[in-house]
């Protein structure tokens, strides 16, 4: 990973340092507390525990006021050190056995030694760094209280997760909880299920979402501009199967480096079949299906694929993480002199679609990982091919070293969402390796067999998370053109049905998703509804505007009201759909 700076170090200690001062408090709480692990993460902390009790958020400022006080006691963190097999006692002599099987663990490794860190009378095992006392820590919030199985492992312990916020100074603190109670204002799911775009049922099975009518027209808008993007810039749609052969995934390498995340295979007249976990063999497959001359190259097929990945239950989230969803994928097959300018154009193309959907990114250039497939040389090509594009095309990168995936380097892009959180956005991967292991070959000028190039990418990466990703950006009120309906008309009055009626069916006969309220409620609950379900525009019809042949418009934007005529309007709404803003 990229080496942190000393600003990064020293924060981190202060949350590592914050962690360790949480698990005393709590052991003051819970004197019979079993202790597990608490590391530092993104802009905090947490602490694993089997405690006798299950916690409840009015736990939380106890705990904080237990900790202000060892904080307050400005203790010094005293390290000692001591053999693996007198730690080992220690912990089965304080009754500590999470600890016990994480010195076990490091006994396997062969480790002679382990620290410890003392606080008042709290120690624990840890290899450091802290800061110096308790005293030096900062600001720091206690957050919430969640479930987590012990070392991620279903059949294992459930234990209570205390989660802390923390930073240098109170402003920065103060700003990050304001930040996170809007982010809670804009949590996909709880929005999901007021705007009833989608569900994830248990009884479907976990990671599985359910696209409800809203949600389909969402999608189906997102996918028919990905598509027409795709058909100006020379891709060829094709379908896949769901499920294929095992040996596809063998001879890939997939199986035996991603077996984790791969569904248990299936006997069909007894050969092994597995649900797809990628869509890259079956695009290969299409070309190798014909004989290929250098001057078809490049080929570009692309593919709305759904593909399976098994995911832990305790880290399924929404949208963002799933474990059926919908790859936006694409294989380029390239001669090499033709590659630079692929890489070129794909990062036009993620350009166009990050502006038109409102993100800000960031590049990162993923490097070989410890295991992989193909020689140095390839390897040492295929990165280099992308970081000249980089630099052409002058997109400022990071390097990220060893996150390239086990077939090839990528170049990795975060979407900046309109809360500063970085997502796992578009990927472009350069592979050597598949189509030598695929026997891939083009017949050059001389009729001599080349081996091309190929290209995976993605240019929103899966549309679960993509569209989960802009729910949060949005808080769930789209812009015109994605709307999944667009106007909603309300009657006042039984005399404006009629006249109502024809400026919905007009709106629907020229595209616009437009729906009618005339039932007998009243207005208020009517514009309290469609703003509840945040519809860009309302059109208010009452006896004025049946006399006028007009309509009133209300804007959720801006909550004005505007009086306008039928063609004024229709022009405007295409005006601003065209434009996608």
């Known amino acids: 990973m990229v080496n942190k700076n000393k600003k990064e170090a020293d924060i981190e200690t202060m949350r590592h340092s914050l962690a360790h001062i949480m698990a005393a408090a709590v052991v003051e709480m819970f004197p019979e507390a079993k202790l597990a692990i608490g590391p530092t993460i993104e802009n905090g902390f947490y602490y694993d525990f089997d405690l006798p009790r299950t916690l409840i958020p009015e736990d939380?400022?106890?705990?904080?006021?237990?900790?202000?006080?060892?904080?307050?006691?400005?203790?010094?963190?005293?390290?000692?050190?001591?053999?693996?097999?007198?730690?080992?006692?220690?912990?089965?002599?304080?009754?500590?056995?999470?600890?016990?099987?994480?010195?076990?663990?490091?006994?396997?490794?062969?480790?002679?030694?382990?620290?410890?860190?003392?606080?008042?009378?709290?120690?624990?095992?840890?290899?450091?760094?802290?800061?110096?006392?308790?005293?030096?820590?900062?600001?720091?919030?206690?957050?919430?209280?969640?479930?987590?199985?012990?070392?991620?492992?279903?059949?294992?312990?459930?234990?209570?997760?205390?989660?802390?916020?923390?930073?240098?100074?109170?402003?920065?603190?103060?700003?990050?909880?304001?930040?996170?109670?809007?982010?809670?204002?804009?949590?996909?799911?709880?929005?999901?299920?007021?705007?009833?775009?989608?569900?994830?049922?248990?009884?479907?099975?976990?990671?599985?979402?359910?696209?409800?009518?809203?949600?389909?027209?969402?999608?189906?808008?997102?996918?028919?501009?990905?598509?027409?993007?795709?058909?100006?810039?020379?891709?060829?749609?094709?379908y896949t199967p769901h499920i294929g052969n095992i040996n596809l995934w063998k001879k890939s390498g997939h199986w035996d480096f991603y077996r984790e995340n791969l569904y248990s295979p299936m006997k069909i007249d007894a050969q092994e079949y597995l649900i797809k976990p990628m869509n890259c063999p079956f695009h290969i497959e299409i070309y190798k299906s014909q004989m290929r001359s250098y001057r078809d190259l490049p080929i570009r097929y692309c593919e709305l694929g759904t593909v399976y990945r098994y995911e832990r239950s305790g880290v399924l989230h929404g949208l963002t993480r799933v474990r059926g969803f919908t790859q936006d994928d694409a294989h380029i097959f390239c001669r090499q002199d033709q590659l630079e300018n692929e890489i070129l154009t794909i990062l036009k193309l993620i350009n166009q679609m990050m502006d038109t959907f409102g993100f800000k990114y960031k590049a990162y250039l993923s490097t070989k990982p410890e295991k992989a497939i193909g020689s140095d040389k390839s390897w040492k090509l295929a990165t280099e091919a992308l970081e000249r594009s980089l630099k052409k095309y002058k997109l400022p990168y990071e390097v990220d070293p060893g996150e390239g995936v086990f077939y090839?380097?990528?170049?990795?892009?975060?979407?900046?969402?309109?809360?500063?959180?970085?997502?796992?956005?578009?990927?472009?991967?350069?592979?050597?390796?598949?189509?030598?292991?695929?026997?891939?070959?083009?017949?050059?000028?001389?009729?001599?067999?080349?081996?091309?190039?190929?290209?995976?990418?993605?240019?929103?990466?899966?549309?679960?998370?993509f569209i989960g990703v802009l729910i949060e950006h949005f808080g769930g009120a789209f812009p015109l053109w994605l709307a999944p309906i667009q106007v909603h008309i309300i009657t006042v009055g039984a005399s404006a049905k009629k006249y109502?009626?024809?400026?919905?069916?007009?709106?629907?006969?020229?595209?616009?998703?437009?729906?009618?309220?005339?039932?007998?409620?009243?207005?208020?609950?009517?514009?309290?509804?469609?703003?509840?379900?945040?519809?860009?525009?309302?059109?208010?019809?009452?006896?004025?505007?049946?006399?006028?042949?007009?309509?009133?418009?209300?804007?959720?934007?801006?909550?004005?009201?505007?009086?306008?005529?039928?063609?004024?309007?229709?022009?405007?709404?295409?005006?601003?759909?065209?434009?996608?803003?």
Request: proline letters at 4%; one cysteine or more; glycine letters at 6%.
């Open 408 to 465: 090839g380097p990528k170049i990795d892009i975060k979407l900046e969402d309109a809360l500063s959180r970085e997502w796992q956005g578009p990927t472009i991967q350069i592979d050597f390796n598949f189509p030598e292991k695929f026997d891939l070959f083009y017949i050059d000028q001389k009729g001599a067999k080349v081996q091309p190039v190929m290209i995976h990418r993605t240019l929103l990466g899966s549309m679960e998370r």
């Open 60 to 238: 939380l400022p106890l705990i904080e006021e237990k900790m202000r006080s060892i904080i307050k006691s400005d203790l010094p963190f005293e390290k000692s050190e001591v053999g693996i097999d007198e730690a080992i006692k220690a912990a089965k002599k304080a009754k500590q056995p999470y600890k016990e099987e994480l010195l076990a663990d490091l006994k396997a490794e062969k480790t002679k030694k382990v620290s410890f860190y003392k606080i008042g009378n709290f120690v624990d095992l840890c290899k450091g760094p802290h800061v110096a006392s308790t005293e030096k820590v900062g600001a720091f919030k206690l957050t919430r209280i969640s479930g987590a199985y012990w070392k991620g492992d279903e059949a294992r312990p459930m234990l209570q997760r205390i989660y802390g916020a923390a930073f240098k100074t109170q402003k920065e603190l103060d700003n990050y909880l304001r930040n996170l109670e809007e982010a809670e204002r804009r949590d996909h799911r709880k929005l999901g299920r007021e705007l009833d775009l989608f569900s994830t049922p248990e009884e479907l099975g976990g990671g599985l979402p359910i696209w409800h009518p809203k949600g389909a027209i969402l999608r189906e808008v997102i996918e028919c501009y990905w598509k027409e993007i795709h058909k100006r810039n020379g891709y060829d749609y094709v």
């Open 500 to 581: 109502a009626k024809e400026i919905n069916e007009n709106l629907i006969d020229i595209g616009i998703r437009s729906e009618l309220k005339d039932e007998n409620e009243t207005v208020g609950k009517k514009i309290r509804d469609a703003e509840l379900q945040k519809i860009p525009y309302m059109v208010v019809i009452g006896d004025k505007e049946v006399a006028s042949k007009s309509l009133a418009i209300r804007s959720l934007k801006d909550k004005k009201i505007t009086n306008i005529k039928l063609e004024a309007f229709i022009k405007s709404l295409q005006k601003e759909v065209g434009e996608k803003k």
